[in-house]
């Protein structure tokens, strides 16, 4: 898969009418997720400026720090159609936004994670503009993954599910949290990642805590264990994928029937997917049968959040969210159980909205794993 298939020219001018459309003169885009979408290029952030200047006519200008210039001009960027611009260390960079924009705008999209000290000089640079989002923009753009996309992204649930199916080699009684995902984090760069996002090991209570800092803490025989793994590929996708295991003994009874409960309400949320459901009825649809075996409460958060450049992105599986899922989306289905002091358990696929259904891209067994 070539970069110019994952990242194509055409995106730049969909973007730029989509900026018009939003009554926006231009986007002002920070390293991050966004100018990657846009142009390929895996931005630092850093107190010296990178920036795209997208006007919602004219040419699109990449402005990078002098001493970044060959990062940028080995990146997909100069083949999006970018021109690239650079500044000294020294030099004042914002009159290069001006002469980007070739002329006054009344309002701009900043990138949404934009740092304040960078909000503030736009702010200064550009006094007559109104500042939104560049989401506003970029959202529905961002939440339709391509064929391309959605092929790193299979890539990805690939490389993360190998990691998922070694880990007899590593969760064993005995063993700290901290032990197991050091291991982990090795098998998720051997598998193909080149960053390690995130390592939850999460065993006996500490697996009623969903984000869960994994710890020192000796795993017992016979406790359930939460591993939520996932890692960016080179491509710039990530992975995400969550199993629950028991290490070495027999679970406690609760466990194994509230599992089970947890497990056919994964299930159903998976294959409620579908073109025209709402976000928030697949939420529903995983939250009922858990709240009828009385667990609704320990049910914590929200069923799924979307995936792409981001970890997390649009769209969310979450009670209210109204927007109909559609042919193109990639999010988690992921329902939890969740009982303080005593145990917890989740289940995580990402899958892909299709034109007739879904598709999961993790595609491991989600019952309860006995090692």
Known sequence: ???????????????QRATAAAGLDALLLSPGSDLRYLTGYDAHAGERLTLLVLPAEGEPTLIVPALERPAAEASPAPGTGVRIVDHTDGADPYPLVTAALGGPVG????????WAEQVLALGATLPAARQRLASEV????????????????????????????RMGQWLRPGRTEVEVAADIAAAIRAAGHVTVDFVIVAAGPNGAS??????????????????????????????DCTRTYVAGGRPPDEFGDYYAVLR???RAAVAAVRPGVSAGAVDTVAREPIAAAGYGDAFLHRTGHGIGLDGHEDPYLVAGNARPLAAGMAFSVEPGIYLAGRHGARIEDIVVCTTDGVRRLNTTSTELIAL
């Open 210 to 239: 969903p984000h869960h800092g994994t710890g020192d803490r000796p795993i017992g025989a016979g406790e359930p264990v939460v591993v939520d793994i996932g890692g960016t590929m080179p491509s710039g996708y990530r992975s």
């Open 264 to 266: 056919d309400a994964q």
């Open 138 to 165: 970029l959202r529905d753009l961002r939440i339709h993954k391509s064929p391309a996309e959605i092929t790193a992204l299979a890539e990805a649930g690939a490389a993360i599910d190998a990691v998922h199916a």
């Open 107 to 114: 309002a701009v999209g900043l990138a949404d994670r934009m």
């Open 1 to 15: 898969m070539g970069t110019e298939e994952l990242y194509p020219p055409r995106r730049l001018a969909s973007a």
